[in-house]
């Protein structure tokens, strides 16, 4: 028990969650992974490979959640990386899709954009934290906050619009979670109230020769999701064409097919006509295999996460690690929530995994390192609170931002004046 606990530090409630997320990852991913096994010709490459992956990531959350939570600050650093890395899939990255968001290294294929995603919410915590005050009176930081997510955005948005929009409105919640004055906050809505109605009447007014003439075929693809999104024709089931949109038709289906308890794990069938049903779509394959039940406690994992992470926050006494770990959360459930509306048909295709329970590498990884920085919060926020407690309870009045005793130190400053 005794070594559990000492690998299992911070919050138990967060491992749980991140346990369990993991767990349905690997019975959806090796049920859903019907198409890369027929492709490859050996049935237990793909489970393989993300079981590796996954082992991997929890690896990674081992490492980052021993990390002192005050390093973290030092992630910084990694947005003008993220920035050059995005400009070089710009110019030459690996096109999927008709869509340039990765750069192979050899090894492994690295996106990009996941980073960017990580370096964004970190440079915005820290400026919250700095510049952020109770009347709300400056301006800088709602100035900075804009520079850096619009940076950001500009990078990702012509080859991965989802991921922009994702961004940007994890920060703009952000931003009201941090008490970011009205008036600011007014503005910025109008603005980007007025932004989305000119991209929407570029994107649709602007006919597909035009776009292929400057080499930026997105807005295409884009056109043409929003098209199917808004088409409310009913058409007889009889002359259906399940090749048009095929993966929306067959999440659909699979839906439709489930009930209560669903088919029962590896009992799906539509997991064999999805070409992404082990990433975009797999909220699909757990409602058809697992049911309403299934696809419901899913949600609820996401939701218990983000209450578990508000929690967390109300306990921290430094404004950068309240407004981190809101932001982490406020990142992982709305991504999470993108790909379960998209998947039973409440908004366009996206592209957005499923965070980790879809298949994938770099954004594995760094889901991880958020679970990673969140238990490392956690633990701080905790021993925090105890050494308040023992101070109470001395009769020690608190210092203020005091840092921690590791337990291993304080036997050694037992005879220390505190």
């Known amino acids: ?65 021993n990390i002192p939570c005050r390093w973290f600050k030092t992630f910084i650093v990694l947005l003008p990386i993220s920035w050059i890395l995005l400009a070089i899939v710009l110019i030459m990255g690996i096109a999927t899709n008709g869509a340039k968001r990765w750069i192979d290294l050899g090894i492994i294929q690295f996106q990009p954009s996941e980073l960017g995603k990580m370096a964004t919410i970190v440079t915005v915590a820290f400026i919250l934290s700095k510049m952020y005050t109770e009347n709300g009176e400056d301006k800088k930081a709602f100035r900075f906050i804009l520079g850096v997510t619009g940076g950001t955005c500009a990078l990702i948005i012509t080859e991965n619009l989802s991921t922009a929009v994702l961004l940007a409105v994890s920060v703009y919640v952000l931003m009201l979670v941090a008490r970011i004055p009205f008036k600011q906050m007014a503005k910025l809505t109008g603005i980007g109230i007025i932004g989305i109605i000119l991209a929407f009447s570029v994107i649709w007014c602007v006919p597909a020769s035009a776009w292929k003439a400057i080499g930026i075929e997105r807005p295409i693809t884009w056109k043409e999701r929003i098209s199917d999104f808004s088409n409310n024709e009913q058409i007889p089931a009889a002359q259906y064409d399940l090749n048009n949109d095929a993966q929306v038709a067959h999440a659909n289906i699979a839906i439709a097919t489930s009930s209560i308890l669903g088919k029962g794990p590896g009992n799906s069938v539509q997991r064999d006509f999805l070409s992404q049903a082990y990433s975009d779509f797999i909220y699909a394959i757990i409602i058809e295999e697992m049911g309403l039940i299934g696809g419901a406690f899913v949600a609820l994992l996401y939701i218990l996460l983000l209450m578990r992470i508000g929690k967390i926050a109300n306990k921290c006494d430094k404004p950068y690690h309240m407004f981190l770990i809101m932001g982490i959360g406020i990142l992982l459930v709305i991504q999470a ?52 407690e023992e101070q109470q309870t001395l009769g020690i009045q608190p210092e203020q931002n005091a840092e921690p005793v590791a337990p291993e130190n304080q036997d050694a400053n037992a005879g220390q004046p505190v």
């Open 1 to 65: 028990m005794d070594l559990l606990k000492n690998f299992f530090k911070g919050d138990k409630a967060v491992w749980i969650i991140f346990l369990f997320l993991c767990l349905i990852s690997i019975i959806e991913v090796f049920s859903a992974s019907s198409t890369l096994s027929f492709k490859t010709g050996d049935h237990w490459a793909p489970i393989t490979n993300h079981l590796t992956m996954l082992l991997v990531g929890v690896f990674v959350v081992w490492i980052v959640h």
């Open 337 to 388: 929530l993108f790909n379960m509306l998209v998947a039973v048909g409440i908004m366009p295709v996206t592209g957005q995994p499923l965070p980790l329970i879809s298949k994938g590498g770099t954004s594995t990884l760094i889901n991880c390192i958020y679970i990673g920085m969140i238990l490392s919060i956690s633990k701080y926020a905790n021993e925090q609170q105890r050494l308040k």
